[in-house]
């Protein structure tokens, strides 16, 4: 389970976020949702360890991410927008490597990359260099160093970004099957892909959160983007009104 508090984060005198709270438990798809610049990224490095907030704060499965952060990082899978791959290694050196940064023991790694080579597809381009592989197998080996050390959660921040059309159908398909009893949020702007995996919706503008709802309570009797416009106007008219009246 991830509970966000009250997260705030300030680069110098521009807030990227502010008090933003939401939960995510066991077994969930979270879609996080917002235009471009809304502040999902940013949260969700907070959540990964990778940043601090300058207010607020993070638990995952129970544990402070700033203050018990290794024992974060040990239970959470992180896939950024652009995965962290060292092209002139191949895919299966490459996992290797990770999966010991990540603290997977000499004897597990075996297992371990069998079991994330088989379930991300890419067995058999496992002696390739990964520099050499399409963008869809890439993000597989992105999902797969997310995977090596078999977290209870996962982070996913627009994991088909630049994907063709039968790659994309083929991550999300993947997705949905690494569910299961895992917490999974997923950064995205493609609201068809929210609509098709997700089962909760986070919806962030300039960085405040607009709405958190079950995605069938959300969707009655409207669609995903209905919704989506109609919590971004909103804000984006209060916050006109606001600066008026200022």
């Given amino acids: 389970m991830i509970e966000a508090t009250r997260l705030t984060k300030y680069y110098g005198d521009f807030c990227a976020i502010q008090n933003v709270s939401f939960t995510a438990q066991r077994g969930e798809i979270l879609g996080l949702l917002g235009p471009n610049g809304a502040g999902k990224t940013t949260t969700m490095r907070i959540i990964t360890g990778f940043m601090p907030a300058t207010e607020g704060t993070v638990t995952v499965e129970g544990y402070d991410v700033f203050k018990e952060s290794h024992e974060v990082r040990r239970r959470i899978g992180y896939l950024p ?21 990540k ?32 963008k869809g197998y890439r993000q597989r080996v992105g999902l797969a160093q997310a995977l090596i050390h078999n977290p209870v959660v996962l982070i996913l921040d627009e994991p088909t970004i630049g994907l063709d ?17 895992r917490t999974v949020i997923l950064s995205t702007h493609i609201l068809p892909e929210v609509s098709q995996i997700c089962n909760k919706v986070v919806i962030i503008n300039e960085g405040r959160v607009v709405v958190e709802k079950n995605l ?3 969707t009655q009797g409207v669609t995903l983007e209905e919704v989506f416009l109609r919590y971004i106007s909103k804000e984006a008219e209060e916050g006109a009104e606001e600066a008026a009246f200022l």
């Fill in 81 to 101: 927008e652009n995965p962290p791959l060292y092209n002139d290694m191949t895919v299966s050196s490459y996992l290797k490597f990770v999966g010991r940064i």
């Fill in 103 to 134: 603290g997977v023991s000499g004897k597990e790694i075996p297992g371990s990359l069998d079991g994330v080579l088989e379930r991300c597809s890419l067995t058999e381009v496992a002696d390739r260099l990964v520099g050499q592989l399409s």
């Fill in 165 to 181: 059309p039968k790659q994309i159908i083929e991550i999300r398909s993947l997705i949905r099957d690494l569910s299961g009893d």
């Fill in 216 to 218: 069938k309570e959300l």
